[in-house]
DNA sequence: CCATTACATCGATATATTTGGATTTGTCAA
DNA sequence: TTGACAAATCCAAATATATCGATGTAATGG
């Protein structure tokens, strides 16, 4: 693709440490005071990554912005999941640079490429 | 693999739409003075994207050093190629939080994930 | 040898990002 | 309503990154 400039946001919503630990805990969520296996309370990433309520709410706001977590308000709770779409199709676009299908997992459509042994 | 953060100083060297813009053009090279199809010279990087030849070298080091690029000296010049396996390598990574399964996104299908034992 | 070319490194400045404290907004429960 | 809680926003300071000019290093050509 030649839209990697498309992602860009999204890159570098990826680009913290933090955010990433946050984006592993959305992908599998452990139990914690607000959070089940399908939402993530924010209250529960404080603890999570060590930081302020704000430092917290200004890394989520990167993510969602960028399109990469949907945020979905619950009373006075604020719960977080993956936008997995988002992250299909930034492995397409980074596949497509790498040469080869992103993941044999994921495609249910796949076959239009032509599968390259490494 | 659980480790997005494995992949950290990968996404910060993709946080940059300057080197978006590179490895776009390193990804499929357009003819210039020092460029062939399969190399690219750091010279003519300079004049894609408009910036000074110490800017260059450094975005070039944050792409080698992140390993999304490799460096080949030839003489007095640098050529530039993409490492595409790096990039097949992250975008499973990604596939691996877009495909909705939490599990372990290991491929069912070896083929393409001969480099990367767990 | 010296001069030139191509790139890397250094030093300083400008900009962007991260972070926490204080404050504000919105929601629920008495 | 008031009180408490969750999260967002505002503000200022600390840190990181990007950029350029000047200089250094290595290789080529005379």
Not at 46 to 73: D, F, R, T, Y
Not at 84 to 95: E, H, N, S, T, V
Request: hydrophobic fraction near 50%; charged fraction near 20%.
């Amino acid at each position: 693709m030649a839209g990697m400039l498309a992602h860009d946001a999204q890159f570098r919503a990826l680009a913290d440490p933090l955010r990433l630990r946050i984006l592993a805990f959305l992908h599998k969520p452990e139990a914690a005071c607000c959070t089940d296996a399908e939402r993530v309370c924010a209250c529960d990433l404080e603890s999570l990554v060590g930081l302020s309520q704000p430092a917290v709410s200004h890394h989520m706001k990167i993510l969602v912005q960028a399109g990469l977590v949907v945020a979905e308000k619950s009373g006075r709770w604020v719960f977080y999941r993956l936008n997995r779409p988002a992250f299909a199709g930034l492995a397409q676009a980074l596949a497509s640079l790498g040469g080869g299908d992103p993941a044999p997992a994921l495609a249910p459509d796949s076959a239009s490429r032509s599968r390259k042994a490494a």
